[in-house]
């Protein structure tokens, strides 16, 4: 069953700009993982945040875990054009494979 | 980490007839998964690969329908069997190091 909900569906900025996506799930998670994928490509791991985190960092990238809301963001800072591409967050509750959300479609125009 | 040559990247299907994929991976490891990823969708887990043992399918996928081997720890293949154009899709094998999964970079099957 689907656990992780992005939002929003799809954003559109400009580049420089500030880029943030949410993601909610159900159940209690051993961590939670941020993927992008270009052009219905394969996907890329970003970043993983452990249930005992509340913030981590990578680069431009930076993403908080609130356990009690059962939701994460994803901020990406300064975009670029390259920056756009499909995220998804995963959700991985320790004995199952990940379970991913349906995704946010990134549009950075130059 | 790991690096995953997936192959086709692309191919356009006629109804009625199958087409395998072939994944392969630089370095061992156990479980190899399939996922499926509708057009505007998210991925679906097909199945988990095991190396020897027959794979694991997950709730509405068969597989007669998706057959997959697995006959070592670097290489699985997916066959798609009797495609109807339901079955259009991405379809990606990955593997999991650690607690992250790689991915190759995906099948695009158009089926008419």
């Known amino acids: 069953s689907q656990q992780g909900e992005e939002d929003p569906q799809a954003l559109s900025i400009q580049e420089g700009e500030n880029a943030t996506m949410n993601c909610s799930y159900k159940?209690?998670?051993?961590?939670l993982q941020w993927y992008r994928q270009n052009s219905g490509r394969g996907l890329v791991h970003l970043i993983l945040?452990?249930?005992?985190?509340r913030e981590k960092h990578s680069g431009r990238l930076r993403v908080t875990l609130d356990t009690s809301k059962k939701s994460s963001s994803l901020l990406i800072t300064a975009s670029r054009a390259a920056d756009t591409a499909s995220y998804f967050c995963a959700t991985d509750r320790g004995y199952s494979t990940l379970t991913f959300g349906k995704g946010t479609m990134l549009l950075v125009s130059p | 980490s790991a690096v995953i040559s997936q192959k086709p990247s692309r191919d356009i299907c006629q109804r009625g007839t199958s087409l395998t994929i072939q994944c392969q991976v630089d370095?061992?490891?156990?479980?190899m998964f399939w996922y499926r990823q509708q057009p505007g969708q998210s991925l679906t887990l097909i199945a988990t690969a095991n190396q020897g043992s027959e794979a694991t399918y997950e709730s509405g996928f068969v597989i007669d329908k998706f057959p997959i081997s697995r006959p070592n720890l670097t290489f699985s293949t997916l066959t798609v069997s009797n495609m109807s154009p339901e079955d259009s899709s991405i379809y990606l094998c990955s593997v999991e190091v650690g607690e992250k999964l790689f991915f190759g970079s995906g099948t695009q099957l158009s089926v008419l």
């Open positions: 945040i452990r249930s005992n985190e």
């Open positions: 159940t209690s998670i051993n961590n």
């Open positions: 370095s061992q490891v156990t479980m």
